[in-house]
């Protein structure tokens, strides 16, 4: 599994007019590829009088699968630009479908292509993007008279606290980044003197807006 990694925020839908056609981007997370051409088909159903449904999808933790789909426009003017765009974002497992109804203006190859990116980059910009961090569930034990000290230095720390159970021992659930977790039990074991027990739970990704 990836440590780290950028997605969209959401499923959306965004249009665009350019020159009188209308672009319509619709942005989806995705696991595979089945479900990439699930929504294809599911796009192309609603918008089966529109006069192309162009489609890029990034899919795998290293981009194993991408594709780009012209869909009747000139060959590379459509599903290359906006694969380009998520390329660019360094977004992974997400598909862009793009919906065009011509408006009777003739764009070219150029204005095609930047037509379609733009379609892409204006749906992201209006959606916006997220970075996915994979946690470790860790769970810290500490004795009542060190709880405070623990419960304050972890507020004050870049760690997530989750939560805090108090038993026989004061339990605080933290989560941290994978790649961090060494550092994380070795810096709680110099705040209390070794005082202290972990036990690692589940690994989840969590998010984070990502600043533009």
Request: glycine share 8%; net charge neutral; proline share 2%.
């Amino acid at each position: 599994m990836l440590k780290h990694y950028y997605t969209i925020a959401r499923d959306g839908v965004v249009e665009t007019e350019i020159k009188k056609s209308r672009f319509i981007c619709h942005l989806k997370r995705v696991a595979n590829e089945a479900e990439a051409q699930e929504y294809i088909q599911l796009i192309k159903k609603e918008h089966w009088k529109a006069n192309h449904n162009c489609v890029a999808y990034l899919i795998g933790d290293q981009n194993d699968i991408q594709r780009a789909y012209d869909d009747g426009e000139p060959s590379g003017t459509a599903g290359v630009p906006m694969l380009e765009v998520l390329k660019k974002q360094e977004l992974k497992y997400v598909i862009a479908v793009v919906t065009r109804y011509f408006g009777g203006i003739k764009l070219g190859a150029g204005g095609l292509i930047r037509a379609y990116g733009k379609s892409v980059s204006t749906a992201l910009d209006e959606i916006g993007l997220v970075s996915r961090a994979l946690q470790v569930q860790i769970t810290v034990t500490a004795s009542y008279p060190a709880s405070g000290k623990l419960e304050n230095n972890l507020k004050e720390s870049p760690y997530t606290l989750l939560d805090i159970l108090y038993t026989e021992n004061v339990a605080f659930i933290c989560s941290v980044d994978e790649e961090k977790v060494k550092a994380f039990k070795k810096e709680l074991t110099n705040w209390l003197n070794g005082q202290v027990q972990f036990e690692e739970g589940e690994k989840s990704y969590q998010e984070s807006k990502q600043l533009s």
